[in-house]
């Protein structure tokens, strides 16, 4: 049964759900801690990574597509969040509506750039809800800082192991993702 909304969380999720499947093609909508966002569409920079990572990704192992899908995060699954790409098996979305249940997810990615209002919501919050959620890898790619992020070991809502790396330092992809991925092109994107 859904939760009735209150003072924290105005919207039922089949609202929220009916509101982000109506938002215009330039509004994506998040819900995150029970807290309605709104994610802005890529941008170029943001869409050339996400590319260059799905090639990497899919040279690596034929049977896994990188996916743009909404997904149901934290402990409770009450969060509905967009990240820029979730690899997973092929074919593991078949039959899924907008938002999908984490089950069987490999890893999540997220490209973030500074923005005031998306800042602790892309560093923090939905990390912590992919954790939450059980998902093993977290990717984030911040284009400010010119770093990789790689969260793993999903234990009580948070994850325990964090290896960052430089732009252009190879970071080793913990399993179930399993392999090294090299960076130096990353340096070819930066603002």
């Known amino acids: 049964m859904t939760p009735r909304p209150d003072e924290h969380f105005p919207l039922l999720l089949e ?101 005031e209002d998306a800042d602790p919501r892309n560093r923090a919050d939905k990390r912590d809800g992919y954790a939450a959620a059980g998902i093993p890898v977290h990717l984030l790619v911040d284009r400010d800082d010119c770093t990789v992020f790689v969260y793993s070991e999903p234990e009580d809502g948070r994850y325990r192991s964090l290896i960052n790396r430089a732009y252009g330092e190879a970071v080793e992809l913990p399993a179930p993702v399993g392999f090294t991925l090299e960076t130096r092109k990353l340096k070819d994107f930066a603002d």
């Not at 820029?84 to 039959?95: E, I, S, Y």
């Open 15 to 115: 609202e929220f759900e009916e509101l982000a499947l109506a938002a215009p093609e330039t509004v994506r909508l998040e819900l995150i801690n029970r807290r309605l966002a709104v994610k802005r569409p890529p941008d170029g920079g943001n869409s050339t990574i996400v590319a260059w990572l799905t090639r990497q990704f899919l040279r690596h192992n034929q049977a896994w597509g990188l996916y743009l899908r909404g997904l149901r995060t934290g402990a409770d699954r009450l969060s509905r969040v967009r990240p820029d790409g979730v690899l997973a098996p092929r074919g593991r979305f078949l039959g899924d509506g907008e938002w999908s249940d984490p089950d069987g997810v490999l890893m999540t990615m997220d490209v973030v750039t500074h923005d």
